[in-house]
């Protein structure tokens, strides 16, 4: 009777019943840790936005120092504010002024606010240039939807992008224009595609350009940024006064210089034809890429907060319209942390 036994339980369709139940007990631990990952990040997360951050209407400067401000994303009357908290405890009280925008960038006491209001036939998009004080110093209509802003260091320079058509970098068809602004002579680019292109050595033209995500270097000439062409994103160096750009590498989009013009953080899509996008730093002189410990997909244009260390805004855990923002090494090490909750568009004064 035992060998009888033992033979039943070896029949193929038994084997194949216990690959099955191995199978599926296999991937029941690996979706537990899934789940669990996810619930300790969300835990991490929510935790700080316990009653909602305190928020107090006050004086915001772009002149203070060592203040990081925001666009502050959590419900109330001051959502979408430029808002402000100290550098080194972001986790305090913010200071929020009367200035509303759906971007926000600043550097050396220039700022940009890209401003989207709806209206009861068009909808009214516009480019504030700010002061120190956030005082509009020159309003420009803009083309569509507001996407990226940037301040060069020295504040001589500001970029936008707009989305002309779609509204999102995963769209099937969409197309950007992207401006620049010299604060100095107040000389505006209507669009960098008016530009010379050299693409792999080779002067390149072609009808369906785009660019964006412009990040400027320190010495008020060197920019970089996304060229699309042809179904393909560069990393292009681009030269103000040359009215040039030079495509560096393929599949980098969004692209920000880190402060000492070394290193560029840009998102780098995982997989063709999808809307995920993973987290890199890319070294200028190398051309090395490091992945960054954030896994989750992020479609944004980093901040570097200093040398060391890269922020991003990320979706808020089951709020639609808001953000958090969350920062990581740049060296790929560590693991992601919670900078600020309800929050987008950072930028360190």
């Known amino acids: 009777m035992t060998g009888t036994a033992s033979k039943v339980q070896m029949t193929p369709l038994r084997r194949r019943l216990l ?8 991937l029941a631990g690996v979706g537990t840790g899934m789940v669990l990952h996810a619930a300790d990040r969300a835990d991490r997360a929510n935790k700080p936005q316990a009653g909602g951050p305190a928020v ?5 400067t772009l002149g203070q120092k060592n203040r990081l401000a925001f666009i502050n994303a959590a419900a109330g009357p001051h959502r979408t504010a430029v808002a402000s908290v100290p ?27 890209l401003q989207s209001n709806p209206g009861v036939l068009k909808q009214s998009n516009r480019a504030l240039l700010l002061d120190a004080d956030l005082r509009t110093r020159h309003t420009y209509a803009l083309a569509g939807t507001p996407s990226r802003a940037r301040v060069s260091p020295s504040g001589r320079f500001v970029a936008w992008t707009v989305f002309v ?45 785009n660019f964006w995500g412009v990040t400027f270097a320190s010495d008020d000439d060197t920019f970089y940024a996304t060229l699309n062409t042809a179904n393909k994103t560069y990393l292009v160096r681009g030269s103000l006064s040359g009215r040039k750009v030079t495509t560096l590498v393929e599949n980098v989009e969004c692209p920000s210089l880190s402060p000492d013009g070394t290193r560029v953080a840009f998102k780098k899509r995982v997989l063709s034809r999808t809307d995920l996008w993973h987290e890199y730093v890319l070294d200028l002189r190398t051309l090395k890429e490091t992945a960054l410990a954030e896994r989750h997909s992020v479609d944004d244009q980093a901040t570097w907060l200093d040398n060391r260390t890269v922020a991003y805004a990320l979706p808020t855990n089951g709020k639609v319209g808001s953000s958090d923002l969350w920062s990581v090494p740049a060296d790929g090490t560590g693991r992601p942390s919670l900078l600020i909750p309800g929050a987008s568009s950072p930028a360190p004064l």
Request: charged letters at 20%; hydrophobic letters at 35%; one cysteine or more.
């Open 56 to 60: 107090s209407t006050g004086k915001l």
């Open 165 to 209: 058509s779609g509204e999102s970098y995963s769209s099937a068809f969409f197309s950007t224009r992207t401006s620049v602004l010299d604060t100095r002579t107040m000389k505006l680019t209507p669009s960098l595609e008016t530009f010379s292109i050299t693409l792999d050595g080779k002067p390149y033209q072609a009808a369906d350009v």
């Open 87 to 113: 550098s080194a405890d972001p986790e305090s009280g913010r200071t929020a002024s009367d200035l509303k925008c759906a971007r926000f960038y600043a550097a050396a006491g220039t700022g940009i606010c």
């Open 19 to 26: 690959i099955l139940c191995t199978a599926v007990l296999l």
